[in-house]
């Protein structure tokens, strides 16, 4: 009897001791095909153009090509789920972006726990959005949009690229600190969004710095505020919000890779050394800044105490201005 659970316990160990040296080889080996980065938004967005700046990288960095599915709509929620329900194998990854930390509080039901059901690996990038304005639109200065707003309540329309996107809660953000009241166009993406404001389908709009800055030097868009604590480099002619007159308004887009928390956590570290080599190579640094935006590349804690704190703000924001879905 003695010497059966001997025996027993003998082999539960052996079972123990492989399958714990067999977790790094799989993560050696891995990725052995291709990896599916789950977009959230349309192809020509400020996420889109950063994901597959990264993705090419990450790329060389996997040695498998890193293939960027473009999935719109429902606020970043219809990507969301897809990631939440496939399966932990770090074969299909989440490129999320600020919508994530907003729809907890806009929708009161979810098919996915943005905590539970993902696990962070590490930011992509950072950028500011730019308050902008049709040019045949008679304003100078979010002063002058203010009055405007303020004088004809509800006869500005602004687009965004989805209700609960980061586009509209700045909006929010800003209509709720000055009292005004802007009719809210919500699209599917972030490009159709800058479109209707390209064509003066809508008059105003929160757009990402990437997106905005070719079309404020061309004047095709006017500048009125960058959403940031500082001005762009991009665009160092914008003044911030803040020095605009309205306090404390930040509002910053940002993307990062998450996947499902059932992956291993010995493919979450690879995808996590990978992705920081891409995020920090000289070549992409270089291309990101170019478009307005900051590299990131932080640790796994660090971007989930940013996600958090992220959370709550819209949290707040959403409340004061009433937002909800359903």
Partial sequence: MVRSIALAVRSACVVAVTLVAAMPAAAQEFPTRSIRMVLPFPAGGGSDLVARIIAQKYS????????????????GNIAADIVAKAPGDG???????????????????????????????????SYPFVLVAHPALPVKSVRDLVTLARGKPNSL?????????????????????????????????????????LTGESQVAFVVMPVAAPHIASNRLRGLGVADKVRSAVAPNVPTM?????????????????????????????????????????????????????????????????????????????????????
Avoid at 93 to 118: T, W
Avoid at 163 to 173: L, Q
Avoid at 263 to 278: F, G, N, S
Wanted: hydrophobic share 40%; charged share 20%.
């Fill in 157 to 197: 329309d602004y687009s965004s690229a989805g209700t609960g996107t980061m586009s509209h809660m700045a909006m929010e953000m800003l209509r709720v600190k000055t009292g005004t009241r802007i009719t809210h166009l919500p699209y599917k993406g972030a490009a159709p969004a800058t479109v209707a404001l």
């Fill in 60 to 75: 060389q960095q996997l040695g498998q090509q890193v293939i960027v599915d473009n999935r719109a709509g429902a606020s």
């Fill in 91 to 125: 074969y299909t990854v989440f490129f999320a972006n600020s919508s994530i930390s907003i729809s907890p509080a806009i929708y009161k039901k979810l098919s996915f726990d943005p905590v539970k059901d993902f696990s962070p690996i590490s930011m992509a990038s």
């Fill in 242 to 326: 803040i020095e605009a007159g309205v306090p404390d308004h930040v509002a910053v887009q940002w993307n990062g890779l998450l996947v499902p928390s059932k992956t291993p956590q010995a493919i979450q570290d690879k995808l996590y050394r990978e992705w920081v080599a891409a995020v920090k190579s000289p070549e992409v640094v270089q291309r990101i800044r170019a478009e307005g935006a900051e590299p990131s590349g932080n640790t796994p804690a660090e971007f989930s105490a940013f996600f958090r704190a992220e959370a709550a703000k819209w949290a707040d924001v959403a409340k004061q201005s009433g937002t909800t879905v359903d």
